[in-house]
Structure formats: structure tokens, C-alpha cells
């Protein structure tokens, strides 16, 4: 009989913010494997739970996923965890998850918190289209590079970065990136949640401005602006104007739906069968238009 991989997301810093299908995973799995087996005994002491755990990093990765997935194969179950979020984003576990995929054990994520997604559903910053992009570079040399290959990306960009580096990185960022809108959200979660938005020029002079800086930190760069002067942007603007003319007409066609007596979600579902369009789509053109 074979076991199971659960690929475990725990909190990243209210440990209210778990759920309650992984607190029953990590009760009945035979075996936790940990980034750092000091932190999460702290989260396994506070839910009163007594799996036993073993130690699965960045420095033991190829003979620990190979150990694992031998028990597995003998029918044990393990829930693999992080110090803090979901495992495999910018964590250790890519090399277990595709051990276990290879030997055919069936590998389950328990979704949960994220630093990435939760920094940018508070960001204020566009969120259609995104990139997540790991910590950068912690040289100025190769953080400018890797930022010069991201400039023409359309979306907005997710980046961790550490407090003793971010004065730095937002120099960068403003000379290669300009004046693009930027948010850092830093200790998500905890006590002393702050969002910051702004360039990233006037970020750095609020930071700068602390004695110190700390606390895990997560920076979004949004889209970059449109250049009036580009040869793509008379035919964006035509493309934006003609936007506003759909959702004009769609909202006049759901507002009718609604005097029938359909209820808003109902009216956008009839208008989106009729007009041969998503119900996503037209549900965006009228709450943005």
C-alpha cells in the first residue's frame, strides 16, 4: 500500500490563519517534514499536535526526498511543510514533490496562506495579470540585470525581499523602473502589518527615514505607465476607448435585465449568454466600467 505526499500551506505569522483541514492532516499523517523542526514544533505545540517530525532543507534535500519517499512507498503518509507559507514557493520542495511523482505516490497540496497572493490582494495594484518572482539577486550588478529582463513585463511583479536589502533594492528598482507604482507589505499578518505605496523612490526615503527596518518584506511593482509617445499607444487608446463603449452598453443591458426583475448576478449571466461573451468578462467591463 503506498502513502500520500500532502504539501501542507501553514501560516505566516497569525497562526489563527491555518485551516482546519491541515490541522487534521498534520494530526494524522505518520510523519511532518520540516524546514526547520524548531518552528514548526512551535505551531504543532499550539494546536496540541503530536506528529512526529523530521528536518527536510535546502542542505539535505536530495538524501532526505529519497528516505521519504521510500517510507512512502511503504505506506506512510507525510505532510511536508515550510517555516511559514506554502512549501516549494521560494522554499525547499520541488525535489521531494518530484521524487514522489516519478515513484507514482500521490501527491496532495492543502492550500492556505501565501505572502505573495495575500501582499497583493491588499496591494492596490493590479492583480489580472501577475508574476511572482522569488527574492532578487543580493548584489546591485545582478538585481539591475534581472530587473532590466522583467521592465517590459505587463504585469505586476512579486518579489520577497529581506529588511537589510530593501533600501538597496528600491534604488535599483527606481533607476531601472522609474516611477512605477510600487507597494511593500511587510510582517503580513503580524502585529505590526504596514503597507507602503508609492514610487519606489518614496518608499525608500519613508524607510530610510526608521532607525531600522524590519520584518519579512514582500514588494509588488505594478504595470509600467503608458508612453504617450510610443507607436503602440494611439491603437492602446483606441482599444481602451472602445472599452468603455462595450461596458457602457453592457451595463445598459444588465441595468434592463435587472428592471425585469433578475438579480444583478442573474442579469450579467443573461447578458453574457446573449452578447456571446464570458460571464467573467462582462461581470469586468460593468463593475470597471
Not at 518552528?39 to 506528529?51: C, D, N, P, V
Not at 523612490?201 to 518584506?217: F, N, Y
Amino acid at each position: 500500500m503506498t502513502g500520500k505526499l500532502y504539501i501542507v500551506a501553514t501560516p505566516i505569522g497569525n497562526l489563527e490563519d491555518i485551516t482546519l483541514r491541515a490541522l487534521r492532516v498534520l494530526r494524522e499523517c505518520d510523519l511532518i517534514a520540516c524546514e526547520d523542526t524548531r518552528q514548526t514544533r512551535k505551531l504543532l505545540e499550539h494546536f496540541g499536535i503530536a506528529t512526529p517530525m523530521v528536518s527536510y532543507h535546502e542542505h539535505n534535500e536530495a538524501e532526505r526526498a529519497a528516505e521519504l519517499v521510500a517510507k512512502m512507498g511503504g505506506g506512510s503518509s507525510i505532510a511536508l511543510v515550510s517555516d511559514a507559507g506554502t512549501p516549494l514557493v521560494s522554499d525547499p520542495g520541488y525535489r521531494l514533490v518530484r521524487a514522489a511523482v516519478d515513484a507514482g505516490i500521490p501527491v496532495v497540496p492543502i492550500p492556505g496562506a501565501s505572502a505573495a497572493l495575500g501582499a497583493l490582494s491588499a496591494a492596490g495594484l493590479p492583480s489580472d495579470a501577475f508574476r511572482f518572482c522569488g527574492f532578487l539577486p543580493p548584489k546591485s550588478a545582478q538585481r539591475r540585470r534581472v530587473l532590466e529582463e522583467w521592465k517590459k513585463e505587463t504585469g505586476t511583479l512579486i518579489f520577497y525581499e529581506t529588511p537589510h536589502r530593501i533600501l538597496d533594492a528600491l534604488d535599483d528598482i527606481a533607476a531601472v523602473m522609474g516611477s512605477r507604482p510600487i507597494a511593500i507589505a511587510r510582517e503580513l499578518t503580524k502585529i505590526h502589518e504596514e503597507f507602503l505605496r508609492g514610487t519606489a523612490a518614496e518608499i525608500r526615503a519613508t524607510l530610510a527615514a526608521r532607525p531600522s527596518v524590519k520584518g519579512e518584506i514582500t514588494l509588488l511593482i505594478g504595470k509600467p505607465a503608458l508612453d504617450k509617445h510610443s507607436p503602440a499607444a494611439p491603437e492602446r487608446e483606441a482599444r481602451m476607448e472602445t472599452n468603455v463603449e462595450t461596458s457602457v452598453s453592457l451595463q445598459e443591458a444588465v441595468r434592463a435585465a435587472e428592471r425585469e426583475g433578475l438579480s444583478h448576478m442573474d442579469a450579467i449571466k443573461r447578458v453574457a449568454r446573449e452578447k456571446g461573451l464570458g460571464k467573467r468578462e462582462v461581470y469586468r467591463l460593468v463593475e470597471g466600467g
